[in-house]
Nanobody, 129 residues
Framework: QVQLVESGGGLVQPGGSLRVSCAASGFTLDYYGIAWFRQAPGKEREGVSCISLDDGSTSYADSVKGRFTISRDKGNNTILLQMNSLKAEDTAVYYC??????????????????????WGRGTQVTVSS
């Protein structure tokens, strides 16, 4: 069964750090482009970061550039998102998604949810003092 499972969310103070993970089962992430999306209450889902199929390209939303880092742990079939200098506006449910779309696998930064085939259920990140 193809599955993505996010973990690592929680409550952190402004300025703090958190690392969320996305573990895959039933398929190998090596052959997919991967993205992180987030959705805050009352807001649309937005793209946060993506990494290309060959790890040669990454992209970040302007709001997280310089603070978040996406990486791939091939040995564990996992995608990581390191989040530093967190702000209250980063509070959201964070989702990982995988795609084999011929364009989206190269992580152009368009962050179109419709291009992603597999989704996790999300992990809550709350930034608050």
């Amino acid at each position: 069964q193809v599955q993505l499972v996010e973990s690592g969310g929680g409550l952190v103070q402004p300025g703090g750090s958190l690392r969320v993970s996305c573990a895959a089962s039933g398929f190998t992430l090596d052959y997919y482009g991967i993205a992180w999306f987030r959705q805050a209450p009352g807001k649309e889902r937005e793209g946060v970061s993506c990494i290309s199929l060959d790890d040669g390209s990454t992209s970040y939303a302007d709001s997280v550039k310089g603070r978040f880092t996406i990486s791939r742990d091939k040995g564990n079939n996992t995608i990581l998102l390191q989040m530093n200098s967190l702000k209250a506006e980063d509070t959201a449910v964070y989702y990982c998604a995988a795609t084999d779309d011929s364009a989206a696998i190269w992580c152009s930064g368009s962050f179109s949810p419709g291009e992603y085939d597999y989704w996790g259920r999300g992990t809550q990140v709350t930034v608050s003092s």
